[in-house]
Nanobody, 122 residues
Framework: QVQLEESGGGLVQAGDSLRLYCAASGRTVGSYYIAWFRRAPGKEREFLAS????????KYAEAVKGRFTISRDNAKSTVALQMNSLRPEDTAVYFC???????????????WGQGTQVTVSS
């Protein structure tokens, strides 16, 4: 079992940056791939980025490549999502998720956090 808790969301202006955190806990958390997703109002859940167990393999959705960066600190059991040049269309609830599979973590991860709201004003 893995427990995930997001933090760092808030209200920012277009062009600002924001850093989200995912705190992971559980006996074998270091064995899990971690991903970030978001769900905007009226839209489907969207994969954003994922990172491997050791932080050496990162994958990004085309929509955020170059603006968002995922990183992992296993010593602190945290995964961060640095978001730059934010746009109003980035407004959404952001979730972190975990799975032992590098494929499923991007499509249908097993464990989810509760989410954190990010609102970008124009």
């Amino acid at each position: 079992q893995v427990q995930l808790e997001e933090s760092g969301g808030g209200l920012v202006q277009a062009g600002d940056s924001l850093r989200l955190y995912c705190a992971a806990s559980g006996r074998t958390v270091g064995s899990y791939y971690i991903a970030w997703f978001r769900r905007a109002p009226g839209k489907e859940r969207e994969f954003l980025a994922s990172v491997s167990e050791y932080g050496d393999i990162r994958k990004y959705a085309e929509a955020v490549k170059g603006r968002f960066t995922i990183s992992r600190d296993n010593a602190k059991s945290t995964v961060a999502l640095q978001m730059n040049s934010l746009r109003p269309e980035d407004t959404a609830v952001y979730f972190c998720a975990a799975d032992t599979s590098s494929t499923y973590v991007r499509t249908s991860p097993t464990f989810w956090g509760q989410g954190t709201q990010v609102t970008v004003s124009s």
